[in-house]
């Protein structure tokens, strides 16, 4: 996939096309046990994460954001009526999540907390 980053390097968008290639390779959910994750291990993840982030940082940081602090928090803390109505896009990578931040003395200058 690398070569086809390259264009991108200069650019401000986001490769969309990533996202078709996430979806091919059957490992959106990482850790997750339900909605068709892959229900991976940690050092599964990880290793994939490592993998992700040796090609793109970007697309690395994308998917980090949209399963570990968007869809595990979701699949923690969300009752079932959320998870129900909310995880099968986030799955299918149809949808993204991901979290705000901002603190009324700070805004959103985490390591000031």
Not at 19 to 43: A, C, H, R, Y
Not at 58 to 77: A, E
Not at 79 to 97: G, T, V, Y
Request: with cysteine; net charge negative.
């Amino acid at each position: 996939m690398e070569p086809k980053l390259h264009p991108y390097i200069e650019e401000t968008s986001f490769p969309r096309f990533a996202v078709d290639e996430i979806k091919k390779i059957g490992i959106n959910g990482l850790q997750i046990k339900d909605f068709g994750s892959p229900g991976l291990s940690n050092l599964e993840a990880g290793s994939i994460m490592y993998e992700m982030n040796k090609q793109d940082g970007s697309i690395g940081m994308f998917f980090l954001v949209h399963n570990c602090l968007g869809m595990s928090v979701l699949d923690q803390l969300a009752d079932e009526e959320q998870k129900k109505r909310l995880m099968p896009d986030l799955m299918a990578l149809n949808k993204f999540i991901s979290f705000g931040l901002t603190e009324p003395s700070n805004g959103s200058d985490a390591s000031a907390l």
